[in-house]
């Protein structure tokens, strides 16, 4: 398989919703220079990415037709296939993502949600459950889900991503802010909204000093 | 100002977690090859990032203190100071972002929220308002407000963007997984739940094809 960098993967869902847009606004095709001028990247990166997942190649004056590179993406990128997950910890961000209904368009079902607090177990109003952690085990084997997403407060993290590994999780999607001790074999991801902060921040702050001159 | 780079930006926040928990267990230094191990650095880019923003230098037996170290990155990353911001889009997301109790320690502080939905206007349990959105002109004038978070859909995030710029907004958190057209001044700052759970899928299908070899 080849390999794709973290950036290159990054993008690929904003292609997909780009060319989206252009389908639902009446286009058939799109041309690189006019993905690169509307996503910001350079012309040889957008040929380079699209080349890597699609199998048809652009023509210099038509483009590439935009059925196509909608129908590659998707395969590419799993949203024709259903993937499943459970998510651990049932707090306003767990509920959050158990909610977002965006997931099952990109092939993410999860299945149901593990909490301490018994106030958090039961039926949510989706009719997802959620269950005492002990089931954590037997359940993700049940249910045959691969993803475990990490929801709990950071202190709590390491011990739930330890259980799930040993209740045989084979991806972590963490969005505790904290970093994780994993064996090498297994996926790791993390969305940490403090560092997406401290970047924000930062340029807010040479932003201001900059107009402040 | 030096310039920092959004993957050395993004280790900050991982740095001060980490301090934060040595320091509750009652350690009083840590030597970058220790913090390397933790946090799956190198002891070279570890003493690179704390040098930029530490005022004191480590030492070779002692290590580097504790307390020291967590002022520096607590000034640093602006978590003394308090950052006001608002959020468009009061869905599952946008509450959970409002709800969210680790900002307060980073520092910031959304001040209220803005949703179209006459449902989710008016007093939140935190105690915190939503407001109709043809009020953001004015409040986040009113507010002193620089940040806007954007949590709405991604067909309506563009026109939020818009608005919000109009309205003196310095810098956007987006929430939406789509590419903003922003002038060169705005700050933005995007978190895709979409790329990250690209980059997830991609290296557990990966994975599994390892494992089936």
Redesign the interface.
């Known amino acids: 398989?080849e390999a794709?960098s973290?950036n290159q993967?990054?993008?690929?869902?904003?292609y997909l919703?780009?060319f989206k847009e252009l389908k639902a606004a009446g286009d058939d095709s799109v041309s690189s220079p006019k993905i690169a001028a509307?996503?910001?990247y350079s012309e040889e990166q957008v040929r380079k990415d699209l080349q890597a997942i699609s199998t048809e190649p652009g023509l210099p004056k038509k483009g590439r037709n935009l059925q196509n590179l909608i129908d590659d993406l998707e395969t590419f990128?799993?949203y024709k296939d259903v993937?499943s997950a459970v998510i651990v910890g049932v707090g306003?961000?767990g509920?959050?993502l158990m909610?977002?209904p965006?997931?099952k368009e990109?092939?993410?079902e999860i299945l149901c949600g593990f909490d301490n607090d018994p106030l958090k177990q039961g039926k949510l109003p989706n009719g997802k459950e959620v269950f005492p952690i002990e089931k954590l085990p037997n359940l993700l084997n049940r249910l045959n889900a691969?993803?475990v997403i990490i929801a709990v407060p950071?202190n709590a993290a390491q011990e739930v991503a330890n259980l799930a590994i040993d209740s045989g999780a084979?991806?972590l999607?963490n969005f505790a802010?904290?970093?994780l001790e994993t064996p090498s074999?297994i996926?790791i991801?993390n969305?940490?909204?403090?560092?997406?902060?401290?970047?924000?921040?930062?340029?807010?702050?040479?932003?201001?000093?900059e107009?402040e001159k």
């Open positions: 398989m794709f973290k993967l990054e993008r690929y869902p904003l919703k780009y509307k996503l910001g990128l799993g993937t306003h961000l509920a959050a909610n977002f965006a997931f990109m092939g993410l691969h993803i950071s084979k991806a999607w802010p904290i970093h074999n996926v991801e969305v940490n909204l403090a560092s997406s902060l401290a970047v924000l921040s930062h340029r807010l702050n040479q932003q201001i000093a107009e």
